[in-house]
């Protein structure tokens, strides 16, 4: 098939590309971007254009050689031309393949090296996103545009160089040749086009739909079995589902997915079987007339075989050409969706005269503080969340004039009605989001002021359902102090209280915590999350504590872990246990954003409001 049939794929991915691209608006300057990222492979791409166009005019030449190897070296009866042009035909084969492998190496490498420099700005920019983002976005849709339309842009830029240029000159070239050996042979040929391209543009419309439609089923049943396979999702199958169900379920997605393959693999045939066919009829009249003609004496029989030879490199370039406005397209289409992402500005950044927060025992102050939620439209984008226009509703107010200090190792303690806004206060804090009026302050810095680096140094906190990466124990508390020694680890486990269970592992500190730390109960990842936090030692403890009753043992480990995380640090605790509340400093009640009690124990339960009520539904019963 050789370069044949590389051009037959190639002319196939085109037409199955999306036509409706065509449509889409192009922002300005995407076209100068575009080349802004391909400057670094100027050389690179300059060598690979060389070389297309050599490859192009090499393939041009050859039919020119038989035609004499015919006319010239067997009708003339002359063995050692038909031995040198035979050798030259050899020597341009093997010159050919060498090019048609540099042609690779050269397009290879501009392409993987397009795609690393896009892969690692979107993800190095998706990094710095607010945490609001990652609340918003489907983490599919970030993975794809890392995946598919990084892919896509850097397939359709290569592609689009080496169609529009080599198969350009290429085409040119040949009608030339053509027309100089017989212009009304080359007439006919080229009428002969239309009777293809039609036929192949009507295939290359529904093949798009089928392919679009391929797309979703495809993705439906992969979401079915990540939905199912995934732990919980399998958790809620077993204790709530139907096998049955969802073997239907499956099979029906399934079903689909091999019904549109069926009828996606008969309209490609139809296509490649058009355009073959169209070949050969063409062919066929250029034999039959030249043929006839070649009797005649008025044509050369090398004129035939020529004319012949070059049809083959005539349909193919011109098919490709004739949908290049949607390469294009789809090119600009793809590295604009990259682009969207690069642009989207993240919402909470460093300021570049940022100070920094005083590494020292701390004090937390929050200034008339009012909180709501950023809307969609603030953080994210419509296409990374499948929906067509952005939520523009503002979110109601959440925290709403809330003033409190925290003096430098005391604990307050956050209690409250579900809903009421104490997650978020921490938030806050963390400057995980912005306040939307007042502000934070640590150590007299406010946070917005306040560098990146000086502010997770100063604050850790552990939140209800700790996260663990899917890798080892010791992976997972290096992450917080990449320096610590083996010695450090093993008294921070200590004194968060989980050194006993992990000691007693096979493998120690180098066990895998699975997916989401799931082979450990939820008070263990507490705990050794807590033990995260003491390696890293920072002077601001923030814990969010799980809600769910733990048997009194893990209840009693759990309580001294905490002590030793509290001990002599600025802590704020979100309060579910009965403990906490005792040795707290202070305890604020909050309800619907607001502090509506503050205190110590003893007088606010002297109050008889809304703490005295929580403390005897909440706290009281449990010990
Ligand atoms: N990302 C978010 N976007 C919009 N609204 C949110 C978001 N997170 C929380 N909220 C809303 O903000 C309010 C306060 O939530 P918050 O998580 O602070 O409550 P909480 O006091 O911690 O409750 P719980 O005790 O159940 O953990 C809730 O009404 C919640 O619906
Ligand atoms: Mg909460």
Redesign the pocket.
């Known amino acids: 098939m050789g370069p044949r049939g590389h051009g037959m794929r190639q002319s196939f991915r085109s037409f199955s590309r999306d036509s409706s691209v065509k449509n889409s608006k192009i922002a300005k300057g995407t076209f100068k971007r575009i080349l802004k990222f391909a400057s670094p492979y100027k050389k690179l791409l300059g060598i690979f254009l060389a070389v297309i166009i050599i490859d192009a005019v090499a393939g041009v030449i050859n039919p020119l050689i038989f035609k004499e190897i015919i006319d010239k070296g067997i009708l003339g009866k002359n063995t050692t031309l038909v031995v040198q042009l035979a050798f030259l035909v050899a020597g341009l084969s093997i010159f050919g393949a060498l090019l048609s492998f540099v042609q690779r190496y050269f397009s290879a490498r501009i392409g993987e090296g397009l795609i690393f420099d896009m892969r690692t700005k979107v993800f190095s920019h998706i990094q710095q996103m607010p945490i609001?983002f990652f609340?918003r976005t489907q983490t599919g849709a970030l993975v794809s545009r890392l995946n598919n339309d990084v892919l896509g842009a850097q397939e359709a830029f290569t592609d689009v160089l080496s169609t529009v240029i080599g198969n350009a000159i290429s085409v040119i070239l040949v009608i030339i040749a053509m027309a100089f050996l017989s212009w009304q042979l080359t007439l006919i040929s080229l009428l002969i086009l239309p009777f293809f391209l039609l036929p192949a543009r009507w295939f290359g419309r529904h093949l798009q739909s089928i392919t679009r439609e391929a797309y979703t089923l495809n993705a439906d049943m992969n979401i079915t079995m990540i939905e199912r396979f995934n732990v919980a999702g399998a958790m809620l199958a077993k204790l709530f589902g139907n096998p049955k169900n969802e073997d239907t379920l499956f099979q029906e997605r399934a079903g689909r997915v091999r019904d549109i393959g069926v009828n996606q693999a008969m309209y490609t045939r139809i296509f490649f079987i058009s355009l073959m066919l169209t070949a050969s009829l063409a062919t066929a009249i250029v034999y039959g007339w030249g043929g006839v003609l070649a009797i005649q004496k008025a044509f050369e029989v090398g004129t035939v075989v020529a004319l012949t030879a070059y049809l083959g490199r005539l349909y193919q370039p011109l098919t490709a050409l004739s949908n290049i406005q949607v390469d294009i397209m789809t090119a600009l289409v793809s590295f604009e969706r990259v682009f969207e992402v690069i642009d989207l500005p993240p919402m909470i950044a460093e300021k570049k005269d940022a100070k920094k927060i005083p590494q020292e025992a701390a004090t937390i102050n929050l200034d008339h503080v009012f909180f709501r939620?950023p809307t969609a439209e603030e953080v994210s984008l419509a296409s990374l969340e499948s929906v067509a226009t952005l939520d523009k509703t503002k979110?109601r107010e959440?925290l709403s004039d809330v003033t409190f200090t925290v003096k430098p190792g005391q604990m307050t303690a956050l209690v409250?009605?579900?809903?009421?806004?104490?997650?978020?206060?921490m938030?806050l804090v963390a400057r995980l989001y912005d306040t939307t009026k007042g502000t934070v302050s640590i150590n007299g810095v406010d946070v917005k002021d306040a560098t990146f680096d000086s502010l997770h140094a100063i604050l850790g906190m552990v939140t209800?359902d700790p996260h663990m990466f899917h890798d080892t124990i010791k992976a997972n508390l290096l992450y917080a102090k990449p320096d610590a020694t083996e010695k450090q680890m093993k008294k921070a486990l200590e004194d968060a209280q989980i050194w006993p269970l992990i000691e007693k592992l096979p493998n120690g500190l180098d066990t895998m915590v699975g997916e989401r730390g799931y082979r450990l109960s939820g008070g263990e990842k507490q705990r050794l999350a807590i033990a995260r936090l003491l390696l890293k030692a920072p002077h601001i403890v923030m814990l969010?504590e799980a809600?769910a009753h733990l048997d009194s043992e893990s209840e009693r480990a759990l309580q001294k872990a905490f002590e030793t995380a509290l001990a002599g640090r600025t802590s704020i605790v979100?309060a579910h246990r009965l403990s906490t509340i005792l040795n707290a400093d202070q305890i604020l009640v909050?309800n619907h954003?607001k502090i509506v009690e503050k205190g110590t124990h003893k007088t606010l339960l002297a109050k008889r409001g809304l703490y005295a009520n929580l403390y005897h539904t909440q706290f009281s019963t449990k010990k």
């Open positions: 609001a609340t939620y979110s959440v409250g009605p579900t809903g009421a806004g104490k997650t978020t206060i938030q209800q969010d809600t979100i909050i954003g």
